[in-house]
């Protein structure tokens, strides 16, 4: 991102220490004390945004949610012509945008978005298109690649998406659409974690392939809302995902595991109805940090700069209901919660830049709404 603020740059003053006594697994866990150990420069506004992805030369893709596709360059923002059309509908929408593994010569993004359907029924997509920034800004040869089973209603539809180190595959969450047993139907793709090729097409090897159905797709099940999803340097993929009444969760993600919802989760249903938690069913794999009461996990970033050396490797997420920037300490397949910043507003998504700074969406439903905000080292 070539530097150029557009507006308020907040100093705040440095935490006299950035990790706090370790709370409880299912604890929310403290705000951190004495302020944020960042200085945090709003850079631009959006209006709604749901994703942003950094182009080679520092510039940046965001999507906002009712079906703009921005590319933000030398201080402005312009519409890139030949964005989907999107069913802007409660939690449906524009959503992710990340660039192929071949990017540098290929010039191909990959978005997701909600695609109406007939009788009401709805459903995530991924496509992918040549992006081009010579003369105006467009999407070439657009078409869609993927599609999740659709049913009716507007929440859950998950849709993040995010390649594998080795560029081989990508994979893409599919929410339960807040129908829950299709969760653990293997026939559906709901509330799953998916291993595609970078065609859309299922990946040789999955674990479920010739159950019927969309089986040849799945590579986790028993998910709910997943809304983080991210490689660590070891290869490791990690999601995050939010629980019912409660029960947020982090889970690393491992081949063929059922991870529980709706039989376990350690929230609740909404109208109170109990749901057992996960020590009732060993079998299910547990999520290595929850939270409870819920903080929304909106994002998810494993961060590997230089700007912040002392969280190298550690995980990011951003919280929608508790407006806060959450640190979580990763150490091989163990996680523990450290940090919670609060940012007195929604913070929709969570990317480190080229430089190592970490950069911040609001979700913009709310004052001052939609900013991209950009933290940088304190001094």
């Known amino acids: 991102m070539k530097s150029a603020s557009l507006g308020l740059v907040m100093f705040l003053a440095v935490s006299a220490g950035a990790c706090q006594s370790q709370p409880a697994p299912g604890g929310e866990g403290p705000l951190s004390e004495g302020g944020l150990p960042f200085t945090v420069t709003e850079v631009a506004k959006f209006d709604s945004p749901w994703a942003m992805t950094f182009?080679?030369?520092?510039?940046?893709?965001?999507?906002?949610?009712?079906?703009k596709l921005k590319w933000f360059a030398e201080g402005a923002a312009k519409d890139v012509a030949g964005a989907p059309t999107v069913k802007d509908d409660g939690q449906g929408g524009f959503a992710d945008v990340t660039l192929a593994p071949d990017?540098?010569?290929?010039?191909?993004?990959?978005?997701?978005?909600?695609?109406?359907?007939?009788?009401?029924?709805s459903g995530a997509v991924v496509g992918r298109a040549k992006l081009v920034l010579d003369g105006a800004p467009h999407l070439d040869g657009l078409n869609v690649i993927w599609r999740?089973?659709?049913?009716?209603?507007?929440?859950?539809?998950?849709?993040?998406?995010?390649?594998?180190?080795?560029?081989?595959?990508?994979?893409?969450t599919s929410g339960e659409r807040q129908k829950f047993n299709p969760a653990q139907d293997l026939k559906l793709n709901l509330g799953k974690v998916l291993r595609l090729l970078p065609d859309g097409t299922p990946a040789p090897g999955n674990p479920f392939a010739g159950k019927g159905g969309s089986s040849d797709q799945v590579w986790s099940y028993g998910h709910r809302n997943l809304y983080g999803l991210a490689?660590?340097?070891?290869?490791?993929?990690?999601?995050?995902?939010?629980?019912?009444?409660?029960?947020?969760?982090?889970?690393?993600?491992?081949?063929?595991?059922?991870?529980?919802?709706?039989?376990?989760?350690?929230?609740?249903?909404?109208?109170?109805?109990?749901?057992?938690?996960?020590?009732?069913?060993?079998?299910?794999?547990?999520?290595?940090?929850?939270w409870n009461p819920s903080i929304s996990p909106s994002s998810l970033l494993i961060y590997s700069g230089s700007k912040f050396p002392q969280w190298q490797g550690d995980m990011f997420i951003g919280a929608l209901s508790g407006q806060s920037l959450i640190r979580v300490d990763l150490d091989g397949d163990k996680a523990v919660k450290a940090d919670r910043w609060d940012m007195e507003t929604r913070i929709r998504e969570v990317e480190q830049g080229p430089d190592g700074d970490i950069w911040l969406l609001e979700d913009g439903s709310s004052d001052p709404g939609g900013r991209l905000l950009r933290l940088s080292p304190k001094g």
Not at 246 to 269: A, M
């Open 103 to 121: 990017f540098a010569t290929s010039n191909t993004v990959y978005l997701s978005w909600t695609e109406a359907g007939s009788g009401g029924k």
């Open 231 to 290: 490689f660590d340097k070891d290869g490791r993929l990690w999601e995050n995902e939010m629980g019912p009444g409660g029960g947020d969760e982090v889970n690393l993600v491992v081949e063929g595991k059922n991870y529980g919802y709706p039989i376990v989760s350690n929230g609740d249903h909404y109208d109170g109805r109990d749901i057992p938690d996960h020590p009732t069913r060993p079998e299910f794999e547990a999520p290595k940090v929850w």
């Open 55 to 67: 182009l080679p030369d520092g510039s940046l893709l965001v999507t906002e949610k009712s079906g």
């Open 148 to 172: 999740q089973d659709k049913v009716n209603g507007d929440g859950h539809f998950s849709q993040r998406i995010v390649f594998s180190p080795d560029g081989k595959y990508m994979f893409v």
